[in-house]
C-alpha cells in the first residue's frame, strides 16, 4: 500500500508491536515521513473494530460521566484559547467528531451557534437531548452538507484515525466557503511525552509531524495558514485555508523522513525511564484526579458541570496554576 500524502510505495518498519504488546506494523515514508500502519485495515475491519471498542469503553457508562465532561471541557477552552483569533467572525461552524460537545459549548458561549457531527450515537444524542446542541449521530464520510455551507470547520483528534486522511481533507474542503479554514489538531508523532510503548495502536492509522499535516492539506487544495504545537509537544495543530489554495501541489522540508525516523529511534524506554518528567507525571495526574472528584462532588453529574463550565463568561473550578501558560494571540 502507498503512502496516502506522496504515493511513495518506499518505506521502513518502525514498531511491529501495538502498545499492548500484539502485532502491529507501522511504517515511515522515506519519502515525505508519513508513519502509518501497514497493511492498511480493511473498512470493515475498522468498524468492526470500532463497534466492539465501543462497547468496551461505555459498558457500565453508556454516557459520558461528569469527570470526562470536566476534563473534555478544560480542553475545548484552551483550544478555544488558541483558536479565537481564527475563529473571529465565522458564525457558521462544523466541528467534525464533536463527542460529548464540548467544543460546540464553548462556541455558543462565545456567541457562535456551531453544528456537530459524531459518530457514535450515546455522546452525540447526550449532546443533543442534554445540551440542546445540533449535533447529528454520523461521521464525515456519510454526511452529507452543501459546497460552501461553513466558515470553518474543526478536527479535533480525528484525522490520525482515517485510513485516507488526504481524501476526508478533500471532501471537508469541499463544505468550505470560499475563504472557509479547516482546523486539525492531531497527535504529534515528534512528541516524547508519552512512553515509546504507548505509541501504536490499532485505532491511530496515520502518525504526522506538522510538515506532512501541513502537506496533507496542501494536497487536498489548502494552504496553510498558522502551525501551533502544544506546550508538551504531544498534539500539533494547523489551520488551513481555501484561500490561496495550492491546487493539490504540497512541500515536504527536505530531510523530513530522516528527522521523524531519528526522533522515533532515540525515544527510547530506557531514556523514557531515565527522564524525571516521566516520574513526576504520575504526581500531577494523582494532582488532577483529587481536584476532578472535588469538581464533580460539587457538580454531581455530566449535565451540570457541562452547563455551569458552558455558560457565557464562566469561570473554571480548578485551580490551575500547573498548566503552562497558552501562547500570546
Ligand atoms: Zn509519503
Known sequence: ????????????????????????????????????????PSESRIEEYYAREYRRSYKGSPRPTARRVLRAMEVARDRHERLKPHLQGRQRVLDVGASSGEFLQVLRASGISAAGIEPNEAYSSWARDHLGLDVASTDWSRAEFPAGRFDAITLFHVLEHLADPVG????????????????VEVPNVEG??????????????????????GAAGERAGLSVAWR???????????????RAAS????????????????LLRGHTAARHY?????????????????RETAVCLRYRTAEDVARTLGAPGAGLPIDRDDRPALPAG
Do not use: Q, Y
Request: proline share 5%; with cysteine; glycine share 8%.
Open 168 to 183: 476526508a481533507l478533500r471532501r471537508l474542503a469541499e463544505w468550505l466557503t470560499p475563504d472557509g479554514l479547516l482546523v
Open 192 to 213: 516524547t511525552c508519552g512512553s515509546p510503548r504507548g505509541r501504536f495502536h490499532f485505532a491511530h492509522l496515520h502518525h504526522f509531524n506538522l510538515v506532512t499535516l
Open 247 to 262: 491546487a493539490g501541489t504540497f512541500t515536504v522540508t527536505a530531510g523530513n523522513h530522516e528527522r521523524v525516523a531519528r
Open 228 to 242: 501551533h504545537t502544544s506546550a508538551d509537544g504531544g498534539n500539533i495543530t494547523v489551520v488551513l485555508s481555501r
Open 274 to 290: 531515565l527522564s524525571p518528567r516521566t516520574w513526576l507525571r504520575p504526581l500531577t495526574k494523582a494532582a488532577r484526579h483529587l
Open 1 to 40: 500500500m502507498s503512502c496516502n500524502l506522496c504515493d511513495s510505495l518506499d518505506a521502513d518498519v518502525v514498531s511491529e508491536i501495538d502498545r499492548e504488546g500484539r502485532p502491529l506494523r507501522s511504517v515511515i515514508c522515506r519519502a515525505c515521513g508519513l508513519v502509518r500502519t501497514d497493511p492498511m
